[in-house]
């Protein structure tokens, strides 16, 4: 069974930072894509990042790109979301999420997707 454990969650001030990282049980090599999600209370899952594994093209939700940053660790097995400068509206239950093929849902799009994590909370206060 694939696992995917993410860590790095916490409480920050608005205009912090936090690092996440989601570990695969496997060799990220056998994935297609990994992404990141996230959902706030009353909200829908919504796509954050993604990555093409072993390809260097990455994707990001309007409402992070020049604050976030993905980027995969094929030695380690992991998948990282670099988040600076945290906005109140970032606070969620953030997801790791990786695909064998291709579904053509869209990278972004949770039903590209057939394995996530347990999810990460990250609390940004004023």
């Known amino acids: 069974v694939v696992q995917l454990v993410e860590s790095g969650g916490g409480s920050v001030q608005a205009g912090g930072s936090l690092k996440l990282s989601c570990v695969a049980s496997v060799d990220i090599g056998s994935m297609y894509l990994m992404g990141w999600f996230r959902q706030a209370p009353g909200k829908e899952r919504e796509g954050v990042a993604a990555t093409v594994i072993g390809d260097q093209d990455t994707y990001y939700g309007d409402s992070v790109k020049d604050r976030f940053t993905i980027s995969q660790d094929n030695a380690e097995n992991t998948v990282n979301l670099q988040m600076n400068d945290l906005k109140p509206e970032d606070a969620a239950t953030y997801y790791c999420?990786?695909?064998?093929?291709?579904?053509?849902?869209?990278?972004?799009?949770?039903?590209?997707?057939?394995?996530w994590g347990q999810g990460t909370q990250v609390t940004v206060s004023p």
């Open positions: 999420a990786a695909a064998r093929g291709v579904r053509n849902f869209g990278y972004l799009t949770p039903s590209e997707y057939g394995l």
